[in-house]
Antibody, heavy 115, light 112 residues
Framework: QVQLVQSGSELKKPGASVKVSCKAS????????MNWVRQAPGQGLEWMGW????????TYVQDFTGRFVFSLDTAVSTAFMQIFSLQADDTAVYYC????????WGQGTLVTVSS | DVVMTQSPLSLPVTLGQPASMSCGSS???????????LSWFHQRPGQSPRRLIN???ERDSGVPDRISGSGSGTDFTLTISRVEAEDLGVYYC?????????FGQGTNLEIK
């Protein structure tokens, strides 16, 4: 069965960076794109963009350009989402979700930005 | 961007009774390939979302048949014929026809 296992919670100071991992199993990793979704505390879901796991080409929604980077290590079927220059309003749960229409989701990674 | 509007935002229900919620889009979700990419997701408290319905009415594997999706164009509905305790939580609609994908603000299904 498809499983996406994300890395654990992170507590970071403003200005730092964070890298969230998402390890996939149960399917051929390069057959399906990987999406990233943000959920701020008590809020709804925001699609951040996706990465083509075949070519490595990322596509970002406008609000997530500049400080956000999607990457892959296809040898270990893992996708990464990195945030640079963290700000307080980056505090959120970040989900990886595979497939063109968000078929399966990881358990989420809470990133807290606080001084 | 396509704006997705859900109603109601809060839906108090009695277990065993039916429930229905709506999702509207600011543009038609009919794609150039003829499909309508409207999905429904369910999120229980403290859990990650799970997709229930894809392309308006196609139930995902393991989704009980008391949950159904319908609609066309810009107006869509999720219906639960008999609400069970496991159905409580927030339901989100999402459109995947136009870039970028966008979600509705969610409907919170709660016990009356």
């Amino acid at each position: 069965q498809v499983q996406l296992v994300q890395s654990g919670s992170e507590l970071k100071k403003p200005g730092a960076s964070v890298k969230v991992s998402c390890k996939a199993s149960g399917y051929i990793f390069t057959n399906y794109g990987m999406n990233w979704v943000r959920q701020a505390p008590g809020q709804g879901l925001e699609w951040m963009g996706w990465i083509n796991t075949n070519t490595g080409n990322p596509t970002y929604v406008q609000d997530f350009t500049g400080r956000f980077v999607f990457s892959l290590d296809t040898a270990v079927s893992t996708a990464f989402m990195q945030i640079f220059s963290l700000q307080a309003d980056d505090t959120a749960v970040y989900y990886c979700t595979m497939g063109p229409y968000l078929d399966h989701w990881g358990q989420g990674t809470l990133v807290t930005v606080s001084s | 961007d396509v704006v997705m509007t859900q109603s109601p935002l809060s839906l108090p229900v009695t277990l065993g009774q039916p429930a229905s919620m709506s999702c509207g889009s600011s543009q038609s979700l009919v794609s150039s390939d003829g499909n309508t990419y409207l999905s429904w997701f369910h999120q229980r408290p403290g859990q990650s979302p799970r997709r229930l319905i894809n392309k308006v009415s196609e139930r995902d594997s393991g989704v009980p048949d008391r949950i159904s999706g319908s609609g066309s164009g810009t107006d869509f509905t999720l219906t639960i014929s008999r609400v069970e305790a496991e159905d409580l939580g927030v339901y989100y609609c999402m459109q995947g026809t136009h870039w970028p994908y966008t979600f509705g603000q969610g409907t919170n299904l709660e016990i009356k």
